[in-house]
């Protein structure tokens, strides 16, 4: 049974820092996780990602230059660091991981 669970969310200043954790438990594709996030109102984005087996990563054009996707795969663990915040990154952010795929169940990163 795959589990994942975020971390890290709260609130923050905007350009200031806040960094998310994604565990998961059970078997899951370390090359193929991601982050999405979800504003009130809005549908549904992916914010960051590692493609290409791996060998790549994916961001949004908004947050570029400002978050970083990592991982720990002797950990089984994702991670979002978010510098410098802006208002308009507040919203739930999930992580996803393949196969299945799988969802956690959300952080909320309020930034103001």
């Known amino acids: 049974h795959v589990q994942l669970v975020e971390s890290g969310g709260g609130s923050v200043q905007a350009g200031g820092s806040l960094k998310l954790t994604c565990t998961a438990s059970?078997?899951?594709?370390?090359?193929?996780m991601s982050w999405f996030r979800r504003a009130p109102g809005k549908e549904r984005e992916g914010v960051a990602a590692y493609t290409h087996e791996g060998r790549a990563t994916y961001y949004k054009d908004s947050v570029k230059g400002r978050f970083t996707i990592a991982r720990d795969n002797a950990k089984n663990t994702l991670y979002l660091q978010m510098n410098s915040p802006k208002v308009e990154d507040t919203a739930v952010y999930r992580c996803?991981?393949?196969?299945?795929?799988?969802w956690g169940q959300g952080t909320q990163v309020t930034v103001s």
């Open positions: 996803a991981a393949k196969p299945g795929p799988y």
């Open positions: 059970g078997y899951i594709n370390t090359d193929c």
